[in-house]
Every structure is written in C-alpha cells, then in structure tokens.
T-cell receptor, first 114, second 114 residues
Framework: DTGVSQDPRHKITKRGQNVTFRCDPI?????LYWYRQTLGQGPEFLTY????????KSRLLSDRFSAERPKGSFSTLEIQRTEQGDSAMYLC????????????FGPGTRLTVT | EDQVTQSPEALRLQEGESSSLNCSYT??????LFWYRQDPGKGPEFLFT???AGEEKEKERLKATLTKKESFLHITAPKPEDSATYLC???????????????FGQGTRLTINP
C-alpha cells in the first residue's frame, strides 16, 4: 500500500500528558499537511511542510503543539500538556509540489483526552 | 477570510433517487475546489478537482460542476454504498510559499436507503 499512513490510529491519554503522532506521506510527495477534525465538522488546517521546511502555521496551533519533518520524509505532531479540548481526529495529508494539487489524506489518529 | 458553506447538512434518499449537494464559497482568488468523500472513522478520500467556472468532472454516479460562487455534486441513481459524508474544500490566494491550505465546509452527510 503506497498511501499516507498514520500511527497510532487511536490514542487515549489523561489530561496533562504529552502525546506524539507520526505521519508517513506518499513517497513522491514533498508537501505534507496536518489537519484537525472534530465531530460533525470539516477538517481544519494546522500546519504545512515543503520538504523539511515548515512554511505555514494556523493560529489554531498553540504553543503546546509542535510539528517536525526532520529529513523531509515522515512528520511528527506533538501535543504537550493535553487538554480535553484537544480530543479530535488528527489527519495528515500529502501532495505534489505544485500551485494547486489535490491532497491525499491518511486514515487519521483519533485522540481522546480523559 | 475564505469561507465554505455546504447544504444540506444531512440528506436521506431512497436508492435510485437522484439529488444534488451544494457548496457555496467566498474566497479571494480561487485556485481550486476539491470534493472528498469521508466514511465514518476514516480520512477523506479525494474525488474531484475543479479549477474554473463551467468545468465539470464525472466519476461513476457522481458529477461535480463549478460556477463563480458555488459547486454542485450531483448524484445519479445512488446506491447504499454511496452513503458517506461529502466534503467540499477550496484552495485560494496568491501563489506564495504559504496559501497552500485547504479550507473545508462542514460536509453533507448522505444516507441512501435500500
């Protein structure tokens, strides 16, 4: 399977704990995106990388959130001191490097903060 | 600020009953409009990209159209397996290092009864 993969698929954590998610994009894609989706809503943009450079961040990405893509391949999204409001589906997507190209999404990581 | 509104929020149809989903958008400089399908607990699956008013794309029972203010997803003679949430998203703005994000609507939850 050569699609976008995410790990873990589900994460349950207690409030105040740190969590880290991983995304492996489609191998030929050099753009990688993170989105967050809550129940009944469409995905909301968090951040975007072109190769290893983080080029855009949403104001939704508070200082408790950090994302990296150290070698321009896989990416990690870390949430520090989790809060109940962080409970959501975290989606990763990748695309070719072009002015407007479709983004392909992974299966998501469902985070539940208790 | 770019905005996308989808209607209706939910739609129930009988198998074989054709209908249309609406996506209205307000953006500065549309570069692309995207339709995705999302099954419960999964990531969005890419369906179509439309770039300019008057453009149409078809895939099996689905047909997407675009005007200067809205897009329609027409579903002809739907089957129960077409049941899903259909998401509309836009990519807009000046082509710079940023402005790569997708802005999503809240989705239309479609149910096809046998």
């Amino acid at each position: 399977d050569t699609g976008v993969s995410q790990d873990p698929r589900h994460k349950i954590t207690k409030r105040g704990q740190n969590v880290t998610f991983r995304c492996d994009p489609i191998s030929e894609h050099n753009r990688l995106y993170w989105y967050r989706q809550t129940l009944g809503q469409g995905p909301e943009f968090l951040t975007y990388f072109q190769n290893e450079a983080q080029l855009e961040k949403s104001r939704l990405l508070s200082d408790r959130f950090s994302a990296e893509r150290p070698k321009g391949s896989f990416s990690t999204l870390e949430i520090q001191r989790t809060e109940q409001g962080d409970s959501a589906m975290y989606l990763c997507a990748s695309s070719f490097d072009s002015s407007s190209y479709e983004q392909y999404f992974g299966p998501g990581t469902r985070l539940t903060v208790t | 600020e770019d905005q996308v509104t989808q209607s209706p929020e939910a739609l129930r149809l009988q198998e074989g009953e054709s209908s249309s989903l609406n996506c209205s958008y307000t953006v500065s400089g549309l570069r692309g409009l995207f339709w995705y399908r999302q099954d419960p607990g999964k990531g969005p699956e890419f369906l179509f990209t439309l770039y300019s008013a008057g453009e149409e794309k078809e895939k099996e029972r689905l047909k997407a159209t675009l005007t200067k203010k809205e897009s329609f997803l027409h579903i002809t003679a739907p089957k129960p397996e077409d049941s899903a949430t259909y998401l509309c998203a836009v990519q807009a703005g000046v082509i710079i290092q940023g402005a790569q994000k997708l802005v999503f609507g809240q989705g239309t939850r479609l149910t096809i009864n046998p």
